[in-house]
């Protein structure tokens, strides 16, 4: 909070300024946190930055519901907008933190200490506290759970939740306000967990072996929905000498961040560095398999348990898949045998990937790849979890996303890939509908990792 920052901090900081951006722990066990009053007060604080400025226009949908309702207010100004209305601006808001990263000037250590995402964050949460919460949404969160379930009837869940099965879909519509047009993740009767119970040795010839050791945290997504991003990954890191241990204790609690459950998260974060701590101590690096998880384990984590030492180590451990490739490329090296893949790839950046502040690694890696256009699209893919989902807000997710649809079309690559797999289905389902004239309108789609496998000729 604002009246946190030292005095000195905010005498250096001005706009302008070089000074790095740092973000405030989350103070999600002290009560004033959830006081929805004291909430609502710093929204209008902040909010009231936001419409002096409006950089962020361009962003996501928040800002020009935030901006409209200012500009046709009764005076044209904030102070007559009923807080009330705050919430449209929440409900447009897939914490993707962009605004923070790449717009905003007025981030701490500036005086006037802007941070909308977690605020949005702040304002869920209290909300939460006072007894509103999203019963679907949060049933589609419990990844787990969900995906514990439908592992033995994979094939008939996945036929009653296809699109094109019209009847079950607007029956689903009807009860649970998923959207019947929203592409949803198909479920695998054999996770990645089965596929890899028995390792993949290492390569002795490998430049990394006997030098480096990966416990990969599987993620829900791709145990249970994408399992064939765990074995390229594996398969590529044993190519190269890298000794690789599947883990996946439980989700990462990105999808109770984003309903405001910070206790869970927390308690999330707790369980799963217990689980990770000894396998640090034995010398493994953590490689995360999607952005989302990474930027959780990273940043997220860290800023809402301060004080522990398993997160804070396990923060410093962890390395995005596509991250860590590269830095063994800089390191060790690579093993020889990398071949052009046909047609081009595009790669989205995905803003969770983008967050974490470690550069465009995935096209850094694909650029690996000898006599292969790689084209990168630096773009809100708009689709932001449940958000993409839900029919209330799948067409916000439609008119986000479309700007980096037509910039993927206008590449016209045979295969797109992202560091976030919902990002890239949701891509792919636009390029459809909304660039059918593309050569490739329906490309191949696939992680990074995944087409730097197939490069290797190992996927």
Not at 47 to 64: I, M
Not at 133 to 143: A, M
Not at 296 to 314: G, H, T, Y
Not at 351 to 373: F, V, W, Y
Request: with cysteine.
């Amino acid at each position: 909070m604002s009246e946190d920052i030292p005095a000195s901090v905010k005498d250096a900081a001005r706009e302008g300024s070089l000074e790095a951006p740092f973000r405030h722990p989350i103070a999600w066990q002290d009560e004033e946190y959830y006081d929805l009053a004291k909430v609502e007060a710093e929204m209008e604080r902040q909010f009231d930055v936001c419409h002096t400025c409006r950089r962020c226009f361009n962003l996501c949908d928040s800002f020009p519901r935030l901006f409209d309702m200012i500009d046709e207010s009764r005076t044209g100004e904030l102070d007559s907008v009923p807080k009330a209305d705050y919430a449209k601006v929440d409900e447009a808001c897939t914490l993707c933190d962009m605004c923070f990263l790449t717009k905003c000037p007025y981030v701490p250590p500036h005086p006037f200490d802007i941070d909308i995402p977690h605020l949005i964050l702040r304002y869920r949460a209290a909300k939460r506290r006072a007894g509103e919460k999203q019963f679907i949404r949060e049933q589609l969160g419990e990844t787990d759970r969900n995906g514990k379930l439908a592992k033995p009837v994979a094939g008939l869940a996945n036929w009653a939740t296809a699109r094109k099965n019209t009847p079950l879909r607007k029956l689903l519509e009807a009860i649970a306000q998923i959207d019947a047009e929203a592409e949803l993740p198909k479920y695998h009767s054999k996770t990645a967990t089965d596929r890899l119970k028995s390792p993949i040795a290492p390569n002795p010839a490998g430049p990394a072996f006997g030098l480096k050791k990966v416990a990969l945290y599987a993620t829900c997504f791709v145990d249970y929905n994408q399992p064939d991003t765990a074995v390229a990954a594996t398969r590529v890191l044993a190519l190269q000498g890298v000794e690789v241990k599947l883990v996946y204790p439980e989700c990462c609690g990105m999808p109770q961040l984003e309903a405001g459950d910070l206790k869970d998260v927390a308690d999330r974060a707790e369980r799963v560095a217990a689980v990770f701590a000894p396998l640090i101590e034995a010398g493994y690096d953590v490689v995360a398999l999607t952005a989302s998880c990474g930027l959780m384990m990273k940043f997220e984590w860290p800023l809402m348990l301060p004080d522990s030492a398993l997160v804070k180590r396990l923060s410093g451990a962890t390395r995005d898949i596509c991250e860590y490739v590269v830095e063994l490329s800089k390191g060790p090296g690579l093993a020889a045998g990398l071949k052009a893949v046909e047609g081009g790839v595009t790669i989205h950046h995905a803003c969770h990937a983008r967050a974490q502040n470690m550069g465009a690694k995935s096209a850094e890696m694909l650029r690996l790849i000898p006599d292969t256009t790689i084209d990168l699209i630096e773009r809100c893919s708009g689709h932001g979890g449940t958000f993409g989902v839900m029919k209330p807000t799948h067409q916000v997710a439609r008119k986000v996303g479309r700007p980096a649809a037509r910039q993927i079309a206008a590449k016209d690559n045979e295969t797109l890939c992202s560091d976030c797999p919902l990002a890239c289905k949701h891509l792919g389902q636009l390029l459809i509908a909304e660039t059918a004239e593309a050569k490739y309108a329906e490309p191949r789609q696939a992680h990074p990792i995944e087409v730097f496998a197939r490069a290797y000729g190992v996927f």
